[in-house]
């Protein structure tokens, strides 16, 4: 349905259509969010089981956060024809992860060191 209207508005008002895609998409985005609450309890419950530190499953369900609004901002941009912005926004969302990982990745070269040693 927001397709269809957005398409709509898009021949009457472009600008009101865009504003349009955007409200629709943050409600689709919301609307995922709570349907996916239930998914991110088994996976809490799967970190807790396998007893890893609890930080592995935060920087886990924070990167997947990342990328579910990274892929909104970037398909926003991309419907109101800024491509070259939506490679940016892309490449923000990148860079944020890696930072994002970069204490699981000391601890893995750490690990790595010790065994070689």
Known sequence: MAAALVALLRQIKPEIAIIAGIIASAGILIAVI????P?????????DKTGMDGEYGVIMLK?????????????VCRDA?????????????RMSILALCIPMITKVAGLITQLME
């Open 34 to 37: 709570a349907v996916s609450l």
């Open 39 to 47: 998914v991110v309890d088994v996976l809490h419950s799967l970190v």
């Open 63 to 75: 990167a997947l956060g990342i990328c579910f609004i990274t892929q909104l901002g970037a398909d």
């Open 81 to 93: 024809g800024e491509s070259s912005l939506a490679s940016k926004i892309e490449l923000g969302g």
